[in-house]
T-cell receptor, first 110, second 116 residues
Framework: DAKTTQPNSMESNEEEPVHLPCNHS???????IHWYRQLPSQGPEYVIH???SNVNNRMASLAIAEDRKSSTLILHRATLRDAAVYYC???????????FGTGTRLKVLA | DTEVTQTPKHLVMGMTNKKSLKCEQH?????MYWYKQKAKKPPELMFV???????INESVPSRFSPECPNSSLLNLHLHALQPEDSALYLC???????????????FGEGSWLTVV
């Protein structure tokens, strides 16, 4: 199973950008990079996913390194509601194996 | 409607009891998942059903028995559990079919299980 490495925790001030890194050095060429987050007392929720090009949606942006061995989830203006554990996942292409790593606990300071 | 509903929200059971956790979705999804999550840990994949057939079993002990009676329902039957099985059990669903980009998974809020 593809292994991801993320910092255990990060802090950000409210309304400032946050860059959450993820290393996935064993990723295969066709494996997508997915990000989920889990707010307190809730199930995980989808944030964004991509393969090679940078991706944007209403929640966040995903920047993928050229060698695809790392990626960064960007929250453009953190709010208190963004305090959560953020998980980077590389499910093997064409499988249902969504294996969660340890994730990054994001704390947003008012 | 992007909702996965799990019942009960809380369950306390003895080690000799038999109980079930239930999960329901009406998004037309054909893949359904069970995850187990201990406090301060990431969710651990247990089972995946695809088109009502068991597709993945992550070497889960037989005291956990999944069942997918139809495309909308997923059960987890529990029998002879141990206190260390106490955890949050998360159900999820996604579109069926294995596509290269991966399917977005939608999670329920979970069932909190305490084994006494």
């Amino acid at each position: 199973d593809a292994k991801t490495t993320q910092p255990n925790s990060m802090e950000s001030n409210e309304e400032e950008p946050v860059h959450l890194p993820c290393n996935h050095s064993t990723i295969s060429g066709t494996d997508y990079i997915h990000w989920y987050r889990q707010l307190p007392s809730q199930g995980p929720e989808y944030v964004i996913h991509g393969l090679t090009s940078n991706v944007n949606n209403r929640m966040a942006s995903l920047a993928i390194a050229e060698d695809r061995k790392s990626s960064t989830l960007i929250l453009h203006r953190a709010t208190l509601r963004d305090a959560a554990v953020y998980y980077c996942i590389n499910p093997p292409s064409g499988t249902y194996k969504y294996i969660f790593g340890t994730g990054t606990r994001l704390k947003v300071l008012a | 409607d992007t909702e996965v509903t799990q019942t009960p929200k809380h369950l306390v059971m003895g080690m000799t009891n038999k109980k079930s956790l239930k999960c329901e979705q009406h998004m037309g999804h054909r893949a359904m998942y069970w995850y187990k999550q201990k406090a301060k840990k990431p969710p651990e994949l247990m089972f995946v059903y695809s088109y009502e057939k068991l597709s993945i079993n992550e070497s889960v002990p037989s005291r956990f028995s999944p069942e997918c009676p139809n495309s909308s329902l997923l059960n987890l039957h529990l029998h002879a559990l141990q206190p260390e099985d106490s955890a949050l059990y998360l159900c999820a669903s996604s579109r069926g079919g294995l596509i290269l980009s991966g399917n977005t998974i939608y999670f329920g809020e979970g069932s909190w299980l305490t084994v006494v």
